[in-house]
């Protein structure tokens, strides 16, 4: 926090409206100061590490490198910046996973300005503990990572069983496996979500 008082925020976000959007409604409110915007993860993690600001609101799908890398770098070279994401997404899989790689909390672009204001000053002022944390890493297995990638191009069940020399039950178990760590709900479901989390 500066000397003034204010929480220093960037924002990250590939929507233009929505940053603007978010920035006249910080602007608007107390104890609150925007420093830096950001449209992809790249400019994200390094716009973050250059103004070091108190709070980054982290959008989930920018272009650029996969979400928990952006985290990644955020945690190891702006230490003192809480990483807050703001999201469209529901989604219970995908925030325990970004709270385990450094997050500081995870909120829906639906909540109301006054959550998300709240969830700023808390989570510039939450202190980290260690043991929630836990080194980044892969969520799918190598395995499960080479048929997520099978699936991405388009081959069936009985394809990826000859692909990888295995059986059909076995790519389906495969499959299960994928889709419940994902919270996914079909094949292009798990297609995006692997995405974002950097796992394709």
């Known amino acids: 926090m500066t000397a003034t008082g204010s929480v220093t925020v960037v924002i990250a976000d590939d929507h233009e409206l929505f ?13 609150v100061r925007v420093i830096g915007e950001a449209a992809t993860h790249d400019d994200a993690s390094a716009l973050t590490i250059n103004l070091q600001p108190d709070v ?32 469209m997404h529901r989604d219970r899989i995908l ?42 890493g892969s969520l799918l ?12 191009q388009g081959m069936s069940n009985d394809a990826i069983s000859r692909s990888l020399s295995i059986s059909v039950g076995t790519v389906k178990r495969h499959n299960t496996n994928i889709f419940t760590k994902l919270g996914a709900k079909s094949r292009t479901d798990a297609l995006r979500k692997a995405s974002r989390l950097g796992e394709i």
Do not use: C, Q, Y
């Open 19 to 31: 940053r603007d959007g978010l920035r006249a409604m910080l602007a608007a409110s107390s104890g």
């Open 56 to 87: 980054l609101l982290l959008d989930v799908e920018m272009p650029g490198i996969p979400l928990l890398s952006t985290i990644s770098r955020v945690r190891a070279e702006a230490a003192s910046t809480r990483i807050l994401i703001v999201t």
């Open 95 to 136: 925030s325990n996973h970004v709270r385990l790689a450094g997050a500081a909390g995870f909120i829906s672009k639906s909540a109301p300005s006054s959550e998300l204001i709240a969830a700023i000053h808390h989570t510039s002022g939450a202190r980290e503990h260690a043991p929630d944390r836990m080194p980044l």
């Open 141 to 152: 297995s190598p395995r499960e990572r080479e048929v997520i990638r099978l699936i991405e």
